[in-house]
Structure formats: C-alpha cells, structure tokens
C-alpha cells in the first residue's frame, strides 16, 4: 500500500524558512509516480503548490515562484521543498500527492495526511 508522509512543518516568523519533506513508500515498481505539494487553509479549496513532472520538470505555481524549491532523490521516493521568503499568507496545511500511471494497473492518487505551516507577521 502507498504511503506519503510528511514531515518540516512549524511555526516562523514572516521572511523565514522551512523545509518541507515527503517520504513515499509501497510503490509499485511497474507504476511511475509523479509527486507535488498542495496546501489548504480551511474554507478554501487546496492549491496546487509546486510538483515535478515526469520528465524531472519543476513546476511551481505562481504565488511561489522565486521563494520555494523543490527537489527529489533519484529514487523518486522523497519530495522536499524549501520555503524561503515566507509571508503571512503561506499559512496552511501542506500537502504531499502522487499519482500513479505507467499502465492501466496504475490509475490512483495518494496524499499524505499533511503537515501545518505557520507563518507569524
């Protein structure tokens, strides 16, 4: 079974830093898996936050760019992010996901059971 846990959350101060980890386990070796981070604040739907494609692409949504950086081990099993320049605003409960694909085996998605951000103003 596919397992995503999470870990690097805390509390900050406005113009701190956190590093975020996701640590996978259970995968199926016939399945490739594409791993981002999402976050919610409560009453608000989760966002897409950063992600590497299949082809080792970091994407990163706009509110983002310039401040976080993601990255992943060569074994594709763990997904971190480094959060610089934090506001007010990265409030939120991050989340790990990854989506299984490759062959008709391979159709679900996992998230982790995330981690809280807190940044203080």
């Known amino acids: 079974q596919v397992r995503l846990e999470e870990s690097g959350g805390g509390s900050v101060q406005a113009g701190g830093a956190l590093r975020l980890s996701c640590s996978a386990s259970?995968?199926?070796?016939?399945?490739?898996?594409?791993m981002k981070w999402y976050r919610q604040v409560p009453g608000k739907e989760r966002e897409f936050v950063s992600g590497?494609?299949?082809?080792?692409?970091?994407n990163y949504a706009d509110f983002v760019k310039g401040r976080f950086t993601i990255s992943q081990d060569n074994a594709k099993t763990t997904l971190e992010l480094q959060m610089a320049s934090l506001r007010s605003e990265d409030t939120a409960m991050y989340y790990c996901?990854?989506?299984?694909?490759?062959?008709?085996?391979?159709?679900?998605?996992?998230w982790g059971q995330g981690t809280q951000v807190t940044v203080s103003s």
């Open positions: 996901n990854a989506k299984a694909s490759g062959n008709v085996l391979c159709r679900s998605t996992y």
């Open positions: 590497i494609d299949s082809s080792g692409t970091a």
């Open positions: 259970g995968y199926r070796p016939y399945c490739t898996y594409t």
